[in-house]
C-alpha cells in the first residue's frame, strides 16, 4: 500500500507495522526520513523600453545549484544566474524562472515584464528662405502609449516643445536638427535630420547720370550664392517696368526717382531694392536779340535762364558767319550783308546739354544815303530863309538840325535864320531797320549895313516873336524909347541887343495896343 503524508522539514521517524491477519502476528519496522528544505525561487527585474536591455537578478533562497530563465517569447532562455536580455519586440512577457537545489529540490515562479513601445520619431521639414524660417512638423507617434514631451534642438541652442516650428536662421546654409520624443512610459527616441536655408538674393544695382530726355542706363550687380537668379522686376518709379538684367530707361521728366529691383531665385528667394536716381535739368536755350542789324552795328545778345535752371558751366553761339562765341551775354559785327542763323548750345555743370538753331533769324542791313539839296548855300540876314530838300537814298525817317536850336522831322522843310554866322545844318535819316546815316552842310548868313524894324511883336511866352527889337548891323550906338498913345515912355534901352518884352518898368504886361517909337 501507499500512503501520503506531509513531512516536516528535518528529520522524521516512519515506523511500519505489519501484522498477519491469521495469526495476529506482527512486525515493526522504523526508518528516519529526513525532508529538505525546499529553495524559493525569486527575481527582479523592470520594464524597459524595446531595445533596452532586461537586467533579471537573482532574488532565490540559497544553496541552488542551477537556474533556468525562460523569457516568455518562445525565444529566448538562460542559465545565468543573472542573465541580461534584449526582447526582439515590445509587448508583455510572461518570464519563469527554475531552480534547482543541491538536494534535488526545484522551484519556479513566473512574472509579467512589459517592454513599452519605443515612440516612432520622425518631422517634416519646409525649407525656406532667409529671414523667413524653416517650418519643422512633429510627426512622431507611439504604440500602445502617448507622447509625454517633445524637443526640437537646433545648432544655435535654441529648443522648442511645440510639434509645429518655424525657426529663423542667422544665415542661409545647411544645419542640423534633432528632435527627442518622451512617451509617457519614459522611453525616448531621437532623429537628427537636415535643413537648409536658401540664400537671398543680395541686390546692388547703379545708375548712370542721365539728362531729361536721356537713356538712364542700370547695371546690376546682384547675386545669389550657390543658386541662380530666375527673373528681375524693375519699376521705375511707377512711371514704367521691364524684365531685362541690365535695363535702359528714359524717364518723363528731371527730378529724383525712386526706382525699384525685385529679383527671385530658381528656390524662390525674393529679395527687393529701391534706390534714387536723379534725372537732372536740360539748361534752357532761351535769349534775348533783336533780329535787324545794321551792317557793321553789334547785336546783343542776352541769355535768360529758366526758373530752376541748373547752373551753366559754358556757352556756345553760332552767328551764321562762321563766328562763334562762349561768352553768356555776347556781341557781334556783321561784316557783309546777309540772312544768318543763329544757334546756342549750352552746357551745365552735371553735363546736361541743350541746344537750338533760329533759322535766317538774323538779317543784316545796309545803310540809308544820307543827302539833300537847298536853293542856296549863301544866304544874306535881310533874306535869311532858305529851303530844304531831301535827296537821300531809302530813308523813311528823317531828322534836321538847323545848328540854331531848331529842328524838323520833315522829309523836305525850311528854315530863317536869325544872325549872320555860319550854320552846320546836319540831315540824320534812318531806314525802317534803324540803320542811319548824316550828312552836314555849311549855310552862310552874311551880315547887311541895315536898320530894321518890325511893327508889331507878341509877347505871349511861346518863344516866336516875344521881343521887340530892331535888327540893325554896323551900328556903333544905339537908342530906343516906346511910348503908349499918352505919351508915357513905357520902355526905353541903349543897347542893340536889348528889346522890348510888353512890360513896363516894374515887369507888369501892358495891355495889347498901338505903341509909338
Same mark, same amino acid.
Given at each position: 500500500?501507499?500512503?501520503?503524508?506531509?513531512?516536516?522539514?528535518?528529520?522524521?521517524?516512519?515506523?511500519? +507495522?505489519?501484522?498477519?491477519?491469521?495469526?495476529?502476528?506482527?512486525?515493526?519496522?522504523?526508518?528516519?526520513?529526513?525532508?529538505?528544505?525546499?529553495?524559493?525561487?525569486?527575481?527582479?527585474?523592470?520594464?524597459?523600453?524595446?531595445?533596452?536591455?532586461?537586467?533579471?537578478?537573482?532574488?532565490?533562497?540559497?544553496?541552488?545549484?542551477?537556474?533556468?530563465?525562460?523569457?516568455?517569447?518562445?525565444?529566448?532562455?538562460?542559465?545565468?544566474?543573472?542573465?541580461?536580455?534584449?526582447?526582439?519586440?515590445?509587448?508583455?512577457?510572461?518570464?519563469?524562472?527554475?531552480?534547482?537545489?543541491?538536494?534535488?529540490?526545484?522551484?519556479?515562479?513566473?512574472?509579467?515584464?512589459?517592454?513599452?513601445?519605443?515612440?516612432?520619431?520622425?518631422?517634416?521639414?519646409?525649407?525656406?528662405?532667409?529671414?523667413?524660417?524653416?517650418?519643422?512638423?512633429?510627426?512622431?507617434?507611439?504604440?500602445?502609449?502617448?507622447?509625454?514631451?517633445?524637443? !526640437?534642438?537646433?545648432?544655435?541652442?535654441?529648443?522648442?516643445?511645440?510639434?509645429?516650428?518655424?525657426?529663423?536662421?542667422?544665415?542661409?546654409?545647411? !544645419?542640423?536638427?534633432?528632435?527627442?520624443?518622451?512617451?509617457?512610459?519614459?522611453?525616448?527616441?531621437?532623429?537628427?535630420?537636415?535643413?537648409?536655408?536658401?540664400?537671398?538674393?543680395?541686390?546692388?544695382?547703379?545708375?548712370?547720370?542721365?539728362?531729361?530726355?536721356?537713356?538712364?542706363?542700370?547695371?546690376?550687380?546682384?547675386?545669389?550664392?550657390?543658386?541662380?537668379?530666375?527673373?528681375?522686376?524693375?519699376?521705375?518709379?511707377?512711371?514704367? *517696368?521691364?524684365?531685362?538684367?541690365?535695363?535702359?530707361?528714359?524717364?518723363?521728366?528731371?527730378?529724383?526717382?525712386?526706382?525699384?529691383?525685385?529679383?527671385?531665385?530658381?528656390?524662390?528667394?525674393?529679395?527687393?531694392?529701391?534706390?534714387?536716381?536723379?534725372?537732372?535739368?536740360?539748361?534752357?536755350?532761351?535769349?534775348?536779340?533783336?533780329?535787324?542789324?545794321?551792317?557793321?552795328?553789334?547785336?546783343?545778345?542776352?541769355?535768360?535762364?529758366?526758373?530752376?535752371?541748373?547752373?551753366?558751366?559754358?556757352?556756345?553761339?553760332?552767328?551764321?558767319?562762321?563766328?562763334?562765341?562762349?561768352?553768356?551775354?555776347?556781341?557781334?559785327?556783321?561784316?557783309?550783308?546777309?540772312?544768318?542763323?543763329?544757334?546756342?548750345?549750352?552746357?551745365?555743370?552735371?553735363?546736361?546739354?541743350?541746344?537750338?538753331?533760329?533759322?535766317?533769324?538774323?538779317?543784316?542791313?545796309?545803310?540809308?544815303?544820307?543827302?539833300?539839296?537847298?536853293?542856296?548855300?549863301?544866304?544874306?540876314?535881310?533874306?535869311?530863309?532858305?529851303?530844304? @530838300?531831301?535827296?537821300? *537814298?531809302?530813308?523813311?525817317?528823317?531828322?534836321?538840325?538847323?545848328?540854331? =536850336?531848331?529842328?524838323?522831322?520833315?522829309?523836305?522843310?525850311?528854315?530863317?535864320?536869325?544872325?549872320?554866322?555860319?550854320?552846320?545844318?546836319?540831315?540824320?535819316?534812318?531806314?525802317?531797320?534803324?540803320?542811319?546815316?548824316?550828312?552836314?552842310?555849311?549855310?552862310?548868313?552874311?551880315?547887311?549895313? +541895315?536898320?530894321?524894324?518890325?511893327?508889331?511883336?507878341?509877347?505871349?511866352?511861346?518863344?516866336?516873336?516875344?521881343?521887340?527889337?530892331?535888327?540893325?548891323?554896323?551900328?556903333?550906338? *544905339?537908342?530906343?524909347?516906346?511910348?503908349?498913345?499918352? =505919351?508915357?515912355?513905357?520902355?526905353?534901352?541903349?543897347?542893340?541887343?536889348?528889346?522890348?518884352?510888353? @512890360?513896363?518898368?516894374?515887369?507888369?504886361?501892358?495891355?495889347?495896343?498901338?505903341?509909338?517909337?
Amino acid at each position: 500500500d501507499t500512503v501520503n503524508s506531509i513531512m516536516t522539514v528535518g528529520n522524521n521517524n516512519v515506523t511500519l +507495522t505489519v501484522t498477519n491477519l491469521e495469526n495476529s502476528c506482527f512486525d515493526t519496522l522504523t526508518q528516519n526520513i529526513f525532508i529538505n528544505l525546499t529553495p524559493q525561487a525569486n527575481f527582479l527585474t523592470n520594464n524597459v523600453c524595446f531595445g533596452d536591455t532586461v537586467k533579471f537578478i537573482d532574488d532565490s533562497s540559497l544553496d541552488v545549484i542551477n537556474y533556468f530563465y525562460d523569457f516568455g517569447d518562445y525565444i529566448g532562455s538562460s542559465s545565468s544566474q543573472n542573465p541580461n536580455y534584449i526582447y526582439t519586440n515590445p509587448g508583455i512577457y510572461n518570464v519563469t524562472l527554475v531552480i534547482n537545489s543541491s538536494m534535488g529540490c526545484q522551484d519556479s515562479i513566473s512574472k509579467d515584464i512589459v517592454v513599452y513601445d519605443v515612440p516612432y520619431v520622425d518631422f517634416i521639414i519646409q525649407n525656406n528662405c532667409e529671414d523667413v524660417g524653416n517650418i519643422f512638423k512633429d510627426l512622431s507617434s507611439v504604440s500602445n502609449g502617448n507622447i509625454a514631451n517633445r524637443e !526640437f534642438r537646433f545648432d544655435d541652442g535654441s529648443l522648442y516643445n511645440d510639434s509645429i516650428v518655424n525657426h529663423i536662421f542667422d544665415e542661409y546654409g545647411l !544645419f542640423d536638427v534633432s528632435l527627442k520624443v518622451v512617451s509617457t512610459d519614459g522611453c525616448v527616441d531621437s532623429i537628427v535630420k537636415t535643413t537648409q536655408v536658401f540664400p537671398k538674393p543680395v541686390i546692388d544695382f547703379t545708375a548712370s547720370d542721365a539728362c531729361d530726355g536721356q537713356k538712364t542706363f542700370f547695371n546690376n550687380s546682384s547675386l545669389v550664392p550657390n543658386s541662380s537668379i530666375i527673373s528681375h522686376n524693375w519699376n521705375f518709379s511707377s512711371e514704367g *517696368f521691364s524684365s531685362d538684367r541690365n535695363p535702359t530707361y528714359i524717364f518723363s521728366s528731371d527730378g529724383v526717382f525712386d526706382v525699384s529691383l525685385s529679383i527671385a531665385s530658381d528656390r524662390g528667394c525674393e529679395s527687393s531694392l529701391t534706390k534714387e536716381v536723379v534725372v537732372y535739368k536740360k539748361p534752357s536755350v532761351n535769349f534775348d536779340f533783336i533780329s535787324d542789324v545794321c551792317l557793321g552795328e553789334e547785336l546783343n545778345i542776352h541769355y535768360v535762364a529758366n526758373r530752376n535752371d541748373p547752373n551753366i558751366a559754358s556757352w556756345e553761339y553760332s552767328f551764321g558767319d562762321g563766328n562763334i562765341s562762349n561768352l553768356q551775354n555776347p556781341t557781334h559785327r556783321y561784316n557783309y550783308l546777309g540772312v544768318f542763323d543763329l544757334g546756342l548750345s549750352v552746357v551745365s555743370l552735371e553735363g546736361c546739354e541743350n541746344d537750338t538753331v533760329i533759322s535766317e533769324i538774323i538779317e543784316v542791313h545796309d545803310y540809308p544815303v544820307a543827302d539833300f539839296l537847298t536853293n542856296k548855300f549863301f544866304v544874306s540876314e535881310t533874306d535869311p530863309k532858305i529851303y530844304l @530838300k531831301n535827296n537821300s *537814298f531809302e530813308a523813311t525817317i528823317f531828322y534836321w538840325d538847323f545848328d540854331n =536850336g531848331q529842328y524838323s522831322y520833315q522829309e523836305n522843310t525850311s528854315v530863317t535864320f536869325d544872325e549872320p554866322n555860319f550854320y552846320d545844318v546836319k540831315l540824320t535819316v534812318s531806314n525802317k531797320f534803324g540803320c542811319s546815316s548824316e550828312v552836314v552842310k555849311t549855310i552862310q548868313v552874311t551880315a547887311e549895313h +541895315t536898320f530894321f524894324i518890325p511893327n508889331s511883336f507878341t509877347p505871349d511866352g511861346d518863344g516866336v516873336n516875344d521881343v521887340f527889337i530892331p535888327k540893325v548891323s554896323k551900328v556903333s550906338s *544905339f537908342e530906343m524909347q516906346v511910348f503908349n498913345r499918352w =505919351g508915357v515912355v513905357v520902355f526905353e534901352s541903349s543897347s542893340i541887343n536889348l528889346g522890348w518884352d510888353g @512890360k513896363n518898368s516894374r515887369g507888369e504886361d501892358l495891355s495889347n495896343g498901338m505903341y509909338l517909337y
